[in-house]
């Protein structure tokens, strides 16, 4: 939705198609299917009906093939279902409303009961097709589903499942650049002054909104583990699936650390803006650096080097928060000192979740 935005807003016609390829092959591979079944239904086997073959391909057709494959096994048991309940109703009733009712009704529960989820109207529109068309429409409708779902599972093997890692990679990658683009809003203007409890309250809505979209860095890892789970490629491709998915896991919790972090400095804004420390922002550009570093070496094919730098910042941030700490005296302002100790260990925390020598998830920064 955003990149989307984006692009309404600067027209950038390649740069859009860069931001969405993933999603722009998934339509090319779509297409390809339907097209495929078409041509295997009409001219290969003759199929009276082809225009369900590709309807198939529409329905079952997914980004991996591990999800194409249990989506057309659905799609087959709920046109299996519709088809015997039709043709056992249609024989006890003649061909009437009372058949399509009861068929109907029936064709659901079983398809509820049977888990089918979205494919349960499958089950349903099987029977309709075999009570409107006649018996042969019901068989069709099974024949070219098969063909579907075989075009469908055909066009998805070819595509290579490293590409879900590589997006995956890129979409840790953006998450940390939308953290690090806060941290270098707050150090340029908490060090030159020109912020207040508003611009506070700005940021932490802002930090709570990063919060929020780790869902997203959630379901590129779940997406490449389902394209792995049928690769010849698994246990090659496996130890990056774990760094990928320790990565997400780092950086959700960075990210939960850091809203603690804002959300503390807008209460010390609106109790003492005073009690901040001087060397504050420092930390805050070390805090940017780290998050930018991190995120590279997710989507980078040799991050050794990055995973040096990451390390460098991570010592220096920490040097920067033990002398920021050391003049800080809760003593001294009860309310508004402890704030400000509270916020320089979230800041301690952000670092280890990242620490490639001593954090808790060392495996995503792995050279």
């Not at 650390?257 to 005073?274: D, F, H, K, M, S």
Request: hydrophobic letters at 45%.
């Amino acid at each position: 939705m955003r990149s989307a935005l984006k692009a309404l807003r600067r027209p950038d016609p390649w740069g859009w198609i860069r931001a969405n390829r993933l999603e722009l092959g998934q339509v090319v591979r779509v297409t390809v299917a339907c097209a495929l079944a078409w041509e295997l239904a009409q001219r290969v086997l003759a199929v009276p009906l082809p225009v369900m073959a590709p309807l198939a391909a529409l329905l079952t057709v997914q980004v991996t093939v591990y999800r194409t494959v249990t989506r057309g096994l659905r799609l087959m048991a709920g046109v299996l279902v519709g088809l015997a309940a039709a043709l056992g109703f249609a024989h006890l009733f003649g061909l009437n409303t009372i058949t399509l009712t009861v068929s109907v009704f029936v064709s659901l529960v079983l398809g509820r009961l049977m888990r089918l989820g979205e494919m349960v109207n499958q089950v349903a529109l099987t029977a309709m097709f075999v009570i409107g068309l006649g018996q042969h429409a019901g068989f069709a409708r099974l024949y070219d589903s098969l063909i579907g779902i075989a075009a469908g599972v055909l066009v998805n093997a070819f595509s290579s499942p490293r590409r879900y890692l590589a997006r995956a990679g890129e979409k840790l990658a953006g998450f940390a650049d939308w953290l690090a683009e806060l941290c270098a809003e707050m150090a340029e203007r908490i060090r030159t002054g020109e912020w207040d409890h508003d611009v506070a309250r700005a940021w932490l809505q802002r930090a709570r909104v990063i919060s929020r979209e780790t869902d997203v860095l959630y379901e590129s890892v779940r997406r490449a583990e389902e394209g792995l789970k049928v690769s010849p490629r698994r246990a090659t491709l496996q130890p990056s699936l774990e760094t990928i998915g320790e990565a997400t896991r780092s950086l959700d919790h960075a990210a939960h650390l850091y809203r603690g972090l804002v959300r503390r400095l807008t209460q010390i804004a609106a109790e003492a803006p005073e009690a901040i420390p001087p060397g504050l922002a420092d930390l805050l550009d070390d805090l940017r650096e780290a998050f930018t570093l991190f995120g590279r070496i997710q989507s980078s094919p040799s991050p050794e080097g990055q995973i040096e730098e990451l390390r460098g910042v991570v010592r220096r941030a920490e040097q920067h928060q033990r002398r920021v700490a050391e003049k800080v005296q809760p003593s001294a302002l009860p309310g508004p000192g402890r704030s400000v100790a509270a916020l320089l260990d979230d800041a301690q925390w952000v670092l280890y979740e990242m620490d490639p020598d001593h954090g808790p998830h060392r495996q995503a920064v792995a050279g």
